[in-house]
């Protein structure tokens, strides 16, 4: 009985020493996880469609890529509208738009939806994307393509130029001002130098 005693013992002691190995592991990594999450400044909130790859979103900055991704997301959903997808469009945009962008582009939509409905036409909006500029002197972005208006008649387009104010806040580009006009040439600095009165 003792042998056996003996030997009870002992695997418990061998098992004890596993178990005493296996929590300080698991301290150590709950410590180390806890620290990078304290630190942590990367993290993936919103992907748009169109998002590169290895796109870096932080608290207060996306790189360049993700930027465009967004803005031509934002551009998409202003511009590519009919009555069946008005209301989305308007749900889509408010996760972007800051209150002062969203509240002005918000009845622009219900207006070409109730002009659309009076007129008894099934027509849409929409925009194809041509390029697209950033101004680090303005710090403004520019989305360049081509307005579309479809009715039961005939397709018409015409180049268009959506410029947007926008910051980064909270793992998020905010949209703080829209304008948009139609041709094929960016108020940017240079454009704005050369029509100086």
Known sequence: EFSVRNQSITELKSKNKVLVWVAAGLTITIVFLGIKLLFQSEIIVIQT????????????H???????????AVTNAISHINPANAEYQKVFLRTFLSPNAYTPIAKEIDLKIEKAKAERELGSYYFVFNRYEYDQQLDRHFVMG?????????????PYVYEYAAHIENYRLWVDKI???PGDRAHNTAWLEANKK
Do not use: C, W
């Open 179 to 181: 304008i948009s006009y």
């Open 62 to 72: 996306f790189d360049k890529g993700a930027q465009m991704a967004t803005l031509i």
């Open 49 to 60: 469609p169109g998002m590169p790859n290895n796109s870096v979103i932080e608290k207060s």
């Open 146 to 158: 081509e307005l579309h208006t479809v009715n039961a008649a005939r397709d018409t387009h015409e």
